[in-house]
Nanobody, 126 residues
Framework: QVQLVESGGGSVQSGGSLRLSCAAS???????WAWFRQPPGSEREGIAS???????DYADSVKGRFTISQDNAQRMIYLQMDSLTPEDTAMYYC?????????????????????WGQGTQVTVTS
């Protein structure tokens, strides 16, 4: 099982940028990675994924503004967030699932992802 620790959250004005990081440790498999977010009072939603073979997928709400990337050597996963709006305010979570389970990154639904970090808060002010 892999352990995930997010960092990089904070408060930013509308139109600004943040870069979230996720440090992975443990586990022996190769993994697909994803970012989810949970706004206050709402369900957790998937926003971006990156597969073992680097294919990416994005939710429509962030497409063109957010970029997911990975550094396999450092076992780091990043989420570059640009053109932020107050609607992006949420707790952001890193997630993973073993590539033994899926050949490709599964859909951005919580049921498919098995390992989760504790989250990092992002607040966007107008």
């Amino acid at each position: 099982q892999v352990q995930l620790v997010e960092s990089g959250g904070g408060s930013v004005q509308s139109g600004g940028s943040l870069r979230l990081s996720c440090a992975a440790s443990g586990g022996r498999a190769k993994y697909h990675w994803a970012w989810f977010r949970q706004p206050p009072g709402s369900e957790r939603e998937g926003i971006a994924s990156i597969a073992v073979h680097h294919g990416t997928d994005y939710a429509d709400s962030v497409k063109g503004r957010f970029t997911i990337s990975q550094d396999n050597a450092q076992r780091m996963i990043y989420l570059q967030m640009d053109s932020l709006t107050p609607e992006d305010t949420a707790m952001y979570y890193c997630a993973s699932v073993s590539a033994w389970r899926y050949d490709y990154a599964p859909a951005l639904e919580t049921t498919y992802w098995t390992d989760w970090g504790q989250g990092t808060q992002v607040t966007v002010t107008s």
